[in-house]
Nanobody, 115 residues
Framework: EVQLVESGGGLVQPGGSLRLSCAAS????????MNWVRQVPGKGLEWISR???????NYADSAKGRFTISRDNAKNTVDLQMNSLKPEDTAVYYC?????????WGQGTQVTVSS
């Protein structure tokens, strides 16, 4: 069974940093791309970043230059380092993978950027 468990969210002041982590299990992690996606209450999902099985990365314009995605295939984890956080980054952050034609999601971790 595919499982994704996010951690690392919290309350941070504008300009601060957080590091989110997603622990994956139930599939051959090395073989799959992983995404970070966020959702503001009442709004749709916003894709933030992707890392493929080779380590190549992509970012949404809102994340470029501030966020860094990385993966540790030995630990089956994918992290999102978020720097220079802004109030508009406030959202629930999810990790996601497409496996066997189905999208899998974690439970999400809340990030709140506020003074």
């Amino acid at each position: 069974e595919v499982q994704l468990v996010e951690s690392g969210g919290g309350l941070v002041q504008p300009g601060g940093s957080l590091r989110l982590s997603c622990a994956a299990s139930g599939f051959t992690f090395d073989d799959y791309s992983m995404n970070w996606v966020r959702q503001v209450p009442g709004k749709g999902l916003e894709w933030i970043s992707r890392i493929n099985n080779g380590g190549s990365t992509n970012y949404a314009d809102s994340a470029k230059g501030r966020f860094t995605i990385s993966r540790d295939n030995a630990k089956n984890t994918v992290d999102l380092q978020m720097n220079s956080l802004k109030p508009e980054d406030t959202a629930v952050y999810y990790c996601n993978t497409l496996h066997g034609g189905r999208n899998y999601w974690g439970q999400g971790t809340q990030v709140t950027v506020s003074s």
